[in-house]
């Protein structure tokens, strides 16, 4: 029941990749902008669902997501529904008050250490799917990008991305003590295969869609699409990995790596049509990490 409750998380997040969804999102809170007051309902009654499958459930807890979930839903309703061509401050806000709390491990207190790597996962869906629905149908943001591929360069960006940073990245974290040196993978193909699938879907798509769809492209928005955007937006990204081992915690290293894959990542999304191309070049650089590092 746990991993059908991931899966249909997933296909929920997988669903805004159809133009379709996207507009009958926006032409309901056009319509009727009220309904966005139903989403911090729907998400907390799934994450006490979820809850109670691990034998984790709480009011106390639920109330929190609750609280968590109507904070960037009050700031996108207080600037009203409707098309964005210019990303406010209270956009800023959203995207915060959706990434940090999970970032500090808000409210893990309240649940049992056998439930935490579940329903973080949980909680990191919810954020997700509510970030699409506030910025791909309430507010209607463009360039997410949140889309399928739509040219040739979609596919072979992400391959070119590879070439030129896993050398770097690399080189890099064996100097730094990260990594250690390269070795043949331990595990068989099979085990291999799998994992590309878990890797996009678990972590490279969700942190593509936070990093690069959200936060890059709200910068982008409003400084363009320059070298110092990117740079801004890779050194965001290299810093959200201070607080993750295994190394000694402010870990600086994974700083200095995630930044440099962060800028990678980051050109790709500016050049390519879709999120889907740098999700592809961040499971690539994490699927060779785990194998062969």
């Not at 973080?120 to 506030?134: D, E, M, Q």
């Not at 990260?178 to 295969?193: Q, V």
């Not at 400084?223 to 993750?244: E, K, M």
Request: charged share 10%; proline share 5%; with cysteine.
């Amino acid at each position: 029941m746990r991993t059908l409750t991931l899966i249909s998380m997933l296909a929920a997040v997988l669903s805004f990749f159809l133009s379709a969804v996207q507009m009958r999102l926006r032409t309901m809170f056009a319509r009727r902008p009220r309904l966005i007051w139903g989403a911090p309902v729907v998400l907390t009654a799934f994450f006490g669902g979820a809850a109670a499958l691990a034998q984790a459930w709480s009011m106390t807890l639920c109330l929190v997501v609750l609280a968590y979930t109507i904070a960037p839903v009050a700031c996108a309703a207080w600037q009203g529904a409707g098309a964005v061509k210019r990303p406010s401050v209270l956009d800023s806000a959203i995207i915060l008050l959706l990434w940090l709390p999970l970032e500090f491990g808000a409210g893990g207190a309240l649940v049992p250490v056998a439930a935490r790597g579940y329903l973080h996962s949980v909680g990191y869906g919810i954020a997700i799917l509510l970030g699409l629905v506030l910025f791909s149908g309430y507010r209607a943001f463009p360039d997410l990008k949140f889309n399928a591929p739509r040219k040739a360069a979609d596919w072979w960006l992400p391959a070119a991305g590879f070439a030129v940073s896993a050398p770097v990245l690399m080189a890099v974290g064996v100097a730094l003590g990260f990594i250690p040196g390269p070795h043949l993978p331990a595990k068989n193909a099979g085990a291999m295969a799998a994992a590309v699938a878990v890797i996009f879907a678990g972590t490279a798509l969700p942190e593509e869609i936070l990093f690069r769809s959200l936060i890059q492209n709200l910068l982008m928005l409003r400084f363009g699409a320059g070298v110092r955007t990117l740079l801004l937006a890779s050194f965001i990204f290299g810093c959200a990995h201070l607080d993750n081992g295994p190394q000694a915690l402010p870990n600086w290293r994974y700083m200095i790596l995630a930044t440099l894959a962060g800028i990678a990542y980051g050109w790709v999304f500016q050049r390519a049509s879709t999120v889907f191309s740098s999700a592809a070049l961040h499971m690539l650089v994490d699927w060779t990490k785990h194998f062969f590092f």
